[in-house]
């Protein structure tokens, strides 16, 4: 009886001791002092940027300007901030919503948004106005700086003509070429009797030039206008898609059988801002090993009208995995150009069997995208070898020893 007893506890000791070893073999050595991975970022980087770096417009107008504070570093900062260069008849300062600024705090890969705001005294002139702008860490030992130049045109009387006037504030437009383009014209009447106006427009081939009342949806051709009176209308324009980047004239005439009066308005398209990514193959999926690295290609076209600069890549993945790319950003992708980017996912030593997601996004210029990629982990069979021999042996070894303390 004794015998039995001592039996069946060496046996539990036994089968304890074999599932301690198949949990030590499971794990892959190097999980045990696997260390949170760290963001992939310099010690110190700020950037000052203007959302736009040059403007056109009329004469006399202030100017307010998006101004982006970017710390991409690893250190929290404090920037200190300025106007270094204002033309001479104009003020410029940096403000946000109630009161200037001159310093903001920007924690680690943080960014704040400011705006410069540019005032010209009465009297100045048309031309071209260069702004200085400079930030710089309290230590001096950053420093960003970027520039600003705003174009001032003549307000259009366009071609007053006896008996009916049509004038514009804001002759000039630009934008992508993607975008819908809407002038405000105003009509006056000077004749001394009621009279219908006709509306005509003439642009660029294949584009859409199409007159409607202020805020009204409807189309118009003609205007009814009594003597003296004068109305508001809007010229809405939508340039051809394969338009490229330039300045592009539009004419637009009004008239009647006892007057007329012309007005030439410009649009300055930019091109498209618009970019593709996907794999050659159209997959979205990989397999990797525990800890191991998995490799997938992918490509970054930009379909747009325009260049594509400062490109760059940001992973979501799951806890402890490491997602790396090469290359880790892209300077410029010139329209119409594709180029190939190598992905490299490490799922973690830890991680179970089973699928994840891992999300890229691609981050343009003025255009984003994401790519979404399905990783199946699978463990090694190696170790399920080994293990499967280590419980072979020793269940052995058991039957081995319940024949011994049976004979006794």
Known sequence: MKGKRDGLWLLTMMVFFVFTLWAAFALPADALGEEKEKRDLPPRAIEVAPEYTGVIVPVGEDVSIDLTVANKGRQDEFIELSVTEVPK??????????FDVTGVYVASDKSKSLTLKAEPDEGTLPGKYSFGIKG???DGKLVSTSRVVITTTEKQEDKKSKGVNLNTSYPVLQGPTDAKFEFSLEV????????????????PTNWEVNFKPAYEDKFISSLRLKPGQNQSVAVEVKPYLLAEAGKYPISVKVSSPEAKAEA????????????????????????AMRGQPANVSFYVKNSGSAGQSNIRFISVKPENWKVEFKPEKLDTIPAG????????????GQALVGDYSVNAVIEGERANKNLEFRVSVKASSAWGWIGIGIIVLVLLGLVGLFVYVGRR
């Open 136 to 138: 710089q860490t309290q």
């Open 188 to 203: 006056e009447n000077k004749t001394d009797k009621d009279s219908i106006f006709n509306l005509t427009a003439a642009g």
């Open 89 to 98: 008849g104009w003020t410029g300062r940096i403000k946000t919503y109630s």
């Open 264 to 287: 030439e308005l410009n649009v300055i398209l930019t091109g498209t801002y618009k970019i593709d990514v996907g794999t050659p193959t159209g997959l979205l999926s990989l397999t």
């Open 337 to 348: 150009e594709t180029k190939q980017v190598e992905l490299t996912v490490t799922p973690s």
